[in-house]
């Protein structure tokens, strides 16, 4: 127990001024550093310091003002504390301080300070032996008796606590194995103690004193315990008995073992959290599991052994917090009351989207019936289209009209089923699903959520995310929800769902049934003017901080930047050009203001004035030396064609159809795709050889296999078209290869519909005629010629007025389908309804494609 000489401290000691908490020998505090004289202390002697003696300070508990920079040196505390500096942290936020981790060695007391700058040091007199014990027999006895009562208080006050908790345990051992003379110390560091008491024991510096200081703290700290057991005992609480012990915010240690300052924090942290799970509405069995776990996890006894660092406990202890904060805070009862107007829903989704009437009139009655029905259980509306035609924005609107909170979420690319469903809690990390994650954002379990582009959702190991989904969409059971992470019932129930796709081809069957398909097609080039003008633009402008009299863009400018500027079925890219054109009107309304300023206006006219806004290379660099005469414009800048193309550069698109069908053996198609209707050309040559049919273009099968029909057929049929290879022969494949290219050869292509197109092709090659410049088609053909009936008309049909073309040519079953294309579109095209590939010729051809007596051809034959 006794070393055999006295360890002695350095007779001179820096010091350090400490105003809160009194360090006493055995026990570790942290302590943060920011005063001038401190900082100086820290810097100067332990950052620089290379012996271990340059690591033991001083600290003089209760100063005034250890902060104040005064040049004066307060008034010191006579005894102190010699202290091994064990660790020392610097930050510089929010101003520089350092954190200090330092133990207590022994008490000394201040004989005579020796300088007070940059920071005091003094000369000192060691007042505790450091490991001995006072070895006269009188002393020994009369302090035997004492530190006998005083072991025995001690040794019943931890047996009070929970002896399964390792920190307790250990405690319990170090009764037996330290010196008494340091428990005194050692326990009042650890029980409740006020500071006035702490240093009333530091100024103890006889031991006799010291132990018949302490014995009536542990006296009361024993009996607040006994008192804090008997009412807990009702409350089945008792495991946070040890609360009670707990000293004020500075945690002493046992000597050797660090502390946690974090500690008390914590607690008042859980009781809080205990408080509101009490409080919170969540349901029976939520509750139960919450109790369940704060016990489990989060009882003191548990944070006591964090004081001992089991590192092991800390991630748990986090999650479990973690865990219990999520479902503290999740909306179990809370709800927004629906407000539902279908008269207001209507004005509501009119102001807010232009056209699109079958899909506002499919969610009106949606919103009507559930208006009659107050329930939500029925088929989940999911919007399909091509992007940018407003799926999104009026998923929005319904929120907005029911008075909802909307939260969206985007499913493309998650193949994680974890990432609907949660993990489950038994890894660092883990986490709710994005379903409980967004009520929780919204903070009501009433909230409109958008099911962003179910159709890319993946499949991975991980699990099929769309299987997940199933739960979350089926009334019968969503009301019943369960998160892996939450692990207990959450009730879906009153979301409203409504998800999003570009096509239904990629979403899951069991999925798709499950929804009612709203197709929302393409946009005509004037409903693009009309949603330009009505939304994009003063939504733009007002994004930019434009006003109409600074910018006009006319609808001529409008329908230029669709035609030559964009080509999509949606509105994403005409918005994004309009956003450009803003910004560069932006830096002229802020530069060229300026120069109008400056400039002698009279060599322009007013018209020019304008152009001159556009024209000008936009020079950001310019801005600064006008930036501060800015003036409002008087005119406002006109973006007209010349305008267009020195902002958005050269057009990217310009009409193209008309060069490309300048030699037989090439015809339009026209294909839908998931961003909307296309035009397609195919392409077709022959050359000498053995009769092979060759594909290129990323072909599917389907489409591969109209291939072979178009040629069959041709075949079949050349006699009677008079179609005949370079040789001459009836026989198209005699001594010739063909092949066939679909542009584009990136993208992969598949279907029927190519059919009409492949054999109009074909029989622009063998005939050698050219196909009319203004005609697409679209159609499904068999080997006997008949022509059948496709998909996507409307997107088609839109994509072929997009491209200029005027005559189209579609399977006469698809005929109904032309009821949706708008008034206008149909009026500047020409439909031709076919039945069979015959009249698809003839359309297709200048004056038709109608057997033909070439008397000469015939001659020959015959
Ligand atoms: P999606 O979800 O179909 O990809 P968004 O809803 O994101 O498309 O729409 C893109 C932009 O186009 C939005 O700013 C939206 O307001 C606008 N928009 C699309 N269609 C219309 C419309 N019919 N009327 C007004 N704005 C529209």
Request: proline share 6%; hydrophobic share 40%.
């Amino acid at each position: 127990m006794s070393s055999v000489s006295p360890i002695q401290i350095p007779s001179r000691l820096p010091l350090l001024l400490t105003n809160e908490g009194v360090l006493l020998p055995g026990s570790t505090i942290r302590t943060s550093v920011d005063s001038a004289r401190n900082l100086q202390l820290v810097r100067s002697r332990l950052l620089k310091g290379t012996t271990l003696q340059s690591t033991i300070l001083g600290v003089i508990p209760n100063t005034p003002d250890p902060a104040s920079d005064a040049q004066d040196l307060p008034p010191l505390h006579r005894i102190g504390t010699a202290a091994l500096a064990i660790q020392v942290v610097g930050s510089n936020w929010p101003k520089p301080h350092y954190t200090l981790l330092i133990t207590g060695l022994c008490r000394f007391q201040i004989i005579q300070v020796l300088k007070e700058k940059p920071y005091p040091v003094a000369e000192v007199e060691q007042l505790d032996r450091l490991e001995e014990f006072p070895n006269t027999c009188t002393t020994r006895e009369e302090l035997g008796e004492l530190s006998e009562q005083f072991y025995k208080y001690a040794v019943q006050l931890v047996e009070m606590l929970d002896m399964s908790v390792p920190a307790v345990a250990k405690l319990r051992r170090l009764l037996d194995s330290l010196p008494r003379e340091t428990l005194p110390d050692i326990l009042t560091s650890i029980i409740r103690t006020s500071n006035k008491e702490k240093l009333q024991i530091l100024d103890a510096v006889s031991l006799e004193e010291r132990f018949k200081m302490t014995i009536p703290l542990l006296v009361r700290q024993i009996e607040g315990l006994k008192l804090l057991q008997k009412t807990r005992k009702h409350k089945q609480d008792d495991d946070k008995r040890i609360i009670a012990i707990r000293p004020s915010r500075r945690i002493t240690h046992i000597p050797g073992s660090l502390e946690d300052e974090d500690e008390d924090e914590d607690h008042d942290d859980i009781i809080m959290l205990e408080k509101k799970i009490r409080t919170s509405s969540m349901p029976e069995q939520a509750h139960k599991i919450c109790v369940k776990e704060i016990k489990r996890k989060l009882n003191p006894d548990l944070l006591h052994s964090r004081l001992k660092k089991m590192p092991q406990s800390m991630p748990e202890y986090a999650l479990t917090r973690n865990y219990l904060e999520l479902m503290v805070e999740l909306p179990w009862n809370k709800s927004t009351t629906d407000r539902l107007d279908i008269r207001a829903a209507r004005i509501l989704l009119d102001n807010d989207h232009y056209a699109m009437e079958k899909l506002k009139k499919r969610v009106l009655e949606y919103l009507a019936v559930r208006q009659l029905k107050n329930n939500l259980k029925g088929p989940i509306l999911c919007f399909v289209g091509p992007p940018g035609v407003g799926k999104t924005s009026v998923g929005r609107s319904v929120a907005k009209t029911l008075g909802r909170e909307f939260h969206r979420i985007a499913l493309g690319g998650v193949c994680d089923q974890s990432d609907i469903r949660g993990h489950r809690r038994t890894y660092v990390g883990s986490m709710p699903g994005r379903i409980i994650n967004g009520l929780k954002t919204v903070g009501v379990n009433n909230p409109v959520f958008l099911l962003d582009e179910v159709d890319k959702l993946g499949k991975s190991l991980q699990g099929d995310p769309a299987a997940a989904l199933l739960e979350v969409l089926d009334p019968e059971q969503n009301h019943n929800f369960t998160d892996h992470y939450l692990n207990v019932a959450f009730d879906l129930s009153q979301v409203l769902f409504i998800a999003t796709a570009n096509t239904t081809a990629t979403i899951p069957p069991a999925l798709l049934d499950r929804m009612e398909i709203i197709q929302v097609p393409g946009y005509t080039q004037e409903e693009k003017i009309e949603i330009a003008h009505r939304h994009l633009i003063p939504k733009q402008l007002e994004q930019h901080g434009l006003t109409p009299q600074q910018i006009q863009i006319p609808q001529v400018t409008t329908l230029a930047i669709i035609t030559r500027y964009t080509r999509e079925a949606g509105v994403r890219s005409l918005d994004r050009k309009l956003g450009a054109i803003c910004r560069a009107v932006a830096v002229k309304v802020a530069e060229g203001q300026h120069k109008e300023a400056k400039l002698d206006h009279s060599d322009m006219t007013e018209g020019e004035g304008c152009r001159e806004h556009i024209l000008e290379d936009v020079k950001p660099e310019s801005i600064n030396d006008t930036a501060d005469l800015a003036l409002p414009p008087e005119m406002p800048i006109l973006i007209d064609f010349h305008a267009l193309k020195d902002i958005l550069g050269p057009p990217m698109y310009e009409m193209e159809v008309s060069q490309r069908l300048s030699q037989p053996g090439v015809a339009i198609g026209l294909v839908w795709t998931p961003l909307g209707g296309e035009i397609m050309f195919v392409e077709a040559s022959r050359m000498d050889g053995e009769g092979q049919l060759t594909l290129t273009g990323q072909l599917g099968d389907v489409m591969k296999e109209s291939a072979h029909l178009a040629i069959s057929w041709l075949r079949s049929n050349a006699k009677k078209y008079q179609l005949t290879n370079a040789f001459g022969s009836f026989d198209l494949l005699d001594n010739t290869d063909i092949h066939l290219h679909f542009p584009a050869g990136a993208v992969t292509k598949d279907g029927p519909s190519a059919g009409v197109t492949i054999v109009t092709c074909l029989a622009s090659l063998f005939s050698g005629r050219l196909v009319r410049s203004d005609v697409a088609m679209t159609g499904e053909i068999t080997l006997r010629g008949l022509v059948l009936p496709v998909g996507g008309i409307k997107d088609k049909v839109l994509a072929a007025h997009r491209a200029g073309l005027k005559r189209i040519i579609i399977p006469q079953r698809n005929e109904k389908d032309l009821e949706e294309i708008p008034g206008n579109v149909r009026q500047e095209l020409s439909f031709v309804t076919a039945s069979c590939l015959d009249e698809v010729l003839n359309a297709a051809f200048d004056g038709g494609f109608t057997v033909k007596t070439i008397p000469g051809l015939l001659n020959s034959k015959l």
